[in-house]
């Protein structure tokens, strides 16, 4: 496997981490054992106190999804690594498995008056995640890791969506500290915006290859 692809094990090393946060962020929905509940209504109204976490952790796995197809797609690029690629990706990895923490925090705040601090947080590492990306393309244009022409090309469109991300989520997060509700439904929307902008770019790879 090796010979064929010399990143298979940093791929299945990434895929572990990926596999691990996804798991995570289940973890901090649940029902408070202090939460008195002695009928069927009460019960029904604890499940409701935690719809904003349920909420949180499908647009936080939906983050890790979107992140963890780029990466399999970005690993396709390139067809060997370096030093500063694999510290590069490895801070990739930090911002995928520190999402739980800000995800717990959104879900628990989100709809009371402190509110701001953990919106804020949550936009923070996305921004920062969208550093790392700029790291792990400009790491492997300086250090030719590219297959191909179309390969570096495709490089470079990632590392200016890495700088995108970084501006709009940033903005995001200062506007957070005012409106933290509003930009909670405006970071979910960018969400959903990448999300199909994936999917679409994948589809469009796909018919191409078949041509």
């Known amino acids: 496997m090796s010979s064929e692809n010399p990143n298979s094990r ?22 408070s054992s202090a939460e008195k ?8 109204l604890a499940i409701k106190n935690i719809i904003p976490s349920i909420f949180t952790f499908v647009l936080s796995f939906i983050i890790i999804l979107i992140t963890w197809v780029n990466h399999h797609n970005y690993i396709k690029l390139i067809n060997k690594s370096s030093s500063s690629f694999i510290y590069a ?38 921004a920062i995640q969208g550093v790392a990306w700029v790291l792990i393309s400009t790491t492997s244009l300086r250090n030719e890791l590219a297959k191909n022409k179309e390969s570096i090309l495709e490089i470079i469109i990632n590392r200016r969506n890495g700088y995108l991300s970084f501006i709009i989520y940033s903005l995001l997060a200062i506007l957070s500290l005012w409106f933290p509700l509003t ?5 979910t929307l960018t969400l959903i915006f ?18």
């Open 89 to 126: 990706n490895g801070f990739l990895l930090l911002t995928v498995v520190f999402i739980p923490f800000p995800t717990s925090l959104v879900g628990e705040h989100i709809l009371t008056n402190h509110a701001s601090p953990a919106v804020f947080l949550y936009n923070i590492v996305i």
């Open 183 to 187: 930009i909670a439904i405006v970071t």
């Open 10 to 31: 940093l791929e299945a090393f990434c895929d572990g981490v990926f596999s691990i946060a996804l798991t995570l962020l289940i973890i901090d929905i649940k029902i």
């Open 194 to 211: 990448w999300l199909i902008y994936g999917i679409k770019i994948k589809h469009e790879h796909l018919e191409n290859e078949k041509l």
């Open 37 to 44: 509940i002695g009928s069927t209504a009460e019960f029904w």
